[in-house]
């Protein structure tokens, strides 16, 4: 030990060091970095300058940057999603907060056909470097209209990038990804996991350690969250920390399974997907987005179009059934896909069970 | 081990909690017991009443966590201590 000790705060890691944060927190930070180091940055949206957004994806940068750039918006969704459209094709990068996603529907012209299309239809002379964030999912009681997922009616769109990430760590690595995109990307954040206090009590597994400083989590890999060898749990969303709870409860009985979370619709990572099914040959897929014509299918297909022979049994399904999210506390979990639902998935699925059970 | 020169106290206040409310809780301790924090860094998110506040250190020096989070806590109630050195 050196005659001088230095005292405990004057370690040269301090200024790097991480903290643990919620998904909100880090990718605030994403964006704070982005409007600090480039002036064309820009955020507009419902309650956000004074409010800090519903879901506080703009605590403070309203105070920080000002009316100008951190922008209040009427309740008008089509007329800010055109809004930023066109300021995007100018070249600025405007990040549009849409507290629900269920509110997509007015948006989706100036999304679909100008956001997504313009690029292509203008053989590449307008670029539209934009991102839309938005809150997703269900869990509280908030009914039909503020409850979806809707991951797959954005994902089907091409010319969209989106992603939805689960950690702290990645939601700011995923946020500086995004703004620095030149396309339309979509970020997803399930309310439920952002770590939003009056949410009620914080995913655990959705904090991280996160750095200081600026870096990027490149879109289109998968995380696997936790390896496995009897069933991989490929999962969106909060769907993810459910499967991570079911994986424990599997463990218990015996059951190997390993947790994928997609991060990426799209680009959807087709290798990374194959590559841990090939591994474990048995596939169950949790979203809480709606069963039918959705990222579920999706994966399934994409196992089978490469190599279905990998499969050692049927592959199977957690979702939001096919039906409008009840108010009802009751009602909501018995739909939504939760641990306990992907854990007797995975166990019909190693039990082999072709015929119980099916949604 | 070097004796810590001065200790400062994180308190939940009145300010803290605004009119009409009677408890709030830690949400997230944002570094572990004995973490180097600096003064003016966010080291906690405190919950009152549906609203997310940001709890800095009020010195530069090691993390004392003295209350766990989500636990109910009222006004006047040790959150932490900052050892200095």
């Not at chain 1, 009427?74 to 809004?83: A, C, D, K, Q, R």
């Not at chain 1, 597994?205 to 879109?219: E, K």
């Not at chain 1, 049994?313 to 896909?337: G, M, N, Q, T």
Request: aromatic content about 6%; hydrophobic content about 45%.
């Amino acid at each position: 030990m050196s005659t001088k000790e230095a005292a405990p705060w004057e370690s040269p890691t301090l200024a790097n060091a991480s903290r643990t944060l919620t998904m909100c927190r880090a990718q605030r930070e994403a964006v704070e970095w982005e409007m600090t180091n480039d002036p064309n940055v820009f955020m507009v949206g419902e309650d956000i300058s004074g409010f800090g957004g519903v879901f506080g994806t703009a605590d403070g940068l309203g105070a920080k940057f000002g009316l100008d750039r951190v922008i209040d918006m009427p309740i008008s969704e089509t007329g800010f999603m055109g809004l930023a459209a066109g300021a995007a094709m100018e070249g600025m990068r405007p990040i549009v907060e849409l507290a629900y996603v269920d509110f997509i529907g007015v948006c989706f012209n100036a999304l679909a056909n100008f956001a997504a299309k313009t690029h292509f239809m203008s053989g590449g002379q307008f670029k539209v470097p934009m991102v839309l964030l938005t809150g997703t999912g269900a869990g509280y009681s908030n009914a039909a209209q503020h409850s979806q997922c809707m991951h797959a009616t954005l994902a089907h769109m091409p010319g969209i990038k989106v992603v939805s990430p689960t950690n702290a760590y990645d939601a700011k690595g995923m946020m500086h990804t995004a703004i620095r995109d030149d396309n339309l990307v979509v970020f997803m954040v399930h309310k439920g996991a952002s770590g939003v206090g009056f949410m009620g009590p914080l995913v655990k597994t959705s904090l991280a350690d996160v750095p200081q400083g600026d870096y990027t989590v490149p879109f289109g890999k998968v995380k696997v969250y936790r390896e496995g060898t009897d069933v991989s749990i490929v999962a969106v969303g909060l769907a993810v920390h459910h499967a991570l709870q079911a994986a424990e409860e599997l463990a218990k009985d015996g059951i190997s399974a390993e947790v994928v979370d997609l991060r990426s619709l799209v680009p959807l990572d087709r290798d990374g997907i194959m590559e841990s099914v090939a591994k474990t040959g048995r596939l169950v897929v949790a979203d809480e987005d709606y069963l039918s014509y959705g990222v579920s299918g999706e994966v399934i297909a994409t196992v089978v179009e490469r190599d279905p022979t990998v499969l050692k049994a049927p592959a199977r399904r957690v979702c939001v059934p096919d039906v409008s999210i009840p108010f009802s506390r009751p009602l909501e979990y018995s739909i939504l896909p939760v641990a306990s639902r992907i854990a007797d998935a995975a166990r019909a699925v190693m039990s082999n069970d072709r015929g119980k059970g099916r949604v | 081990m070097t004796e810590a020169k001065d200790v400062f106290e994180v308190r939940v206040t009145k300010e803290t909690l605004g009119e009409g409310s009677e408890s709030g809780s830690i949400i997230l301790w944002m570094y572990p017991e004995g973490a180097r924090v600096q003064r003016g860094d966010v080291i906690a998110e405190f919950l009152v009443d549906k609203i997310t506040l940001e709890i800095q250190a009020p010195a530069t020096g090691v993390l004392r966590i003295k209350v766990p989070a989500e636990l109910a806590v009222a006004d006047g109630a040790l959150l932490a201590l900052i050892e200095s050195y």
